[in-house]
Structures are given as C-alpha cells and as structure tokens.
C-alpha cells in the first residue's frame, strides 16, 4: 500500500476547496447573468464579461464583446423579453487565475405543433466551453465557444 505524505494531502484538500470555491463563484456569475438576460439588464451582464471578450457561435461566427453590448442594448430598446434559462456547470478546469468550464444551458419554450396543432414544450440547449479569468477576487467570463445545440420536444 502506498503512503501519501501529509504535505501532499493538505495540498489535494486546498487543491479540491480550491476548485469547489471556483465552481461556486463561477456558477454564481452564471445565475447572475440569466437572471440579468430575462429583465435586460445589460450594466449586470458586462459586469460580468472580460474587456476583451469574445463569443464563438455553433455556426463559426466570432462575436467580439462591443458587438454583444451593441445587440444587448438593442434588445433593451426594444424592451424584447429574453427567455429564461439555466446554466449548470458540468465540469471544471482551474490553471492559476483560469478556469475553463464546461457549462449547459438550457431554456423551455412553448410551441404550436404545425402537425397537431397543439403547443408542445420545446427544450433548447447549448453547450459551452468557457474560459474564465479572475480579475482581484472576481471571475470574468474571457470567452465562450458553442459546442452543441439541441432542440427537442419535452414532456
């Protein structure tokens, strides 16, 4: 049987509270943002970004943070509701000051069935790779790249 050494073991328990404090601290900023995205709280969400965030899209698209302000403050113009959504994080890599996180979003929408022509729920769900930074004592979200999204009929 292998022996660990007592400073080993201190360093594994830092090392997992460590990564346990991240994941809170990041899921945190997730549940900020969602509840920020649904009353159009556009001061809460760039709070939460990185000044040189960068948003890749399912589809190849590269959106830079001024252009996501731009779409965001636009939304809020037109006093567009978002849909509410979740984020869970799956998993969590932390490197020094960088997280990157594996998260999923998921947001429930009612729609007309063109066959039946009666509303079914509509679960939606993206799949992140993000790369968080911690900036002083808060993580700032540096960028997003869409994995996957679904879209299927829920019960």
Do not use: C
Not at 22 to 45: G, K, M
Not at 114 to 123: A, D, E, G, H, M
């Amino acid at each position: 049987m292998r022996r660990i050494s007592l400073p080993v073991l201190a360093f594994l328990a830092l090392s997992s509270g460590a990564s346990a404090s991240v994941r809170s601290d990041i899921q945190h900023q997730y549940s900020r943002w969602a509840q920020a995205a649904v009353n159009n709280d556009v001061e809460t969400i760039l709070s939460i970004l990185a000044p040189d965030y960068t948003l890749h899209t399912y589809t190849g698209t590269t959106i830079k943070r001024a252009d996501y302000e731009t779409s965001l403050r636009k939304r809020k113009a037109a006093k567009k509701p978002a849909t509410a959504y979740e984020t869970k994080i799956a998993s969590v890599q932390v490197t020094g000051a960088t997280a990157s996180v594996v998260s999923d979003e998921t947001s429930k929408t009612a729609s007309l069935d063109p066959i039946t022509n009666k509303r079914v729920k509509l679960i939606h769900i993206h799949r992140y790779l993000d790369t968080w930074v911690r900036s002083g004592r808060v993580w700032r979200l540096q960028k997003t790249v869409t994995t996957l999204e679904s879209t299927k009929v829920g019960s």
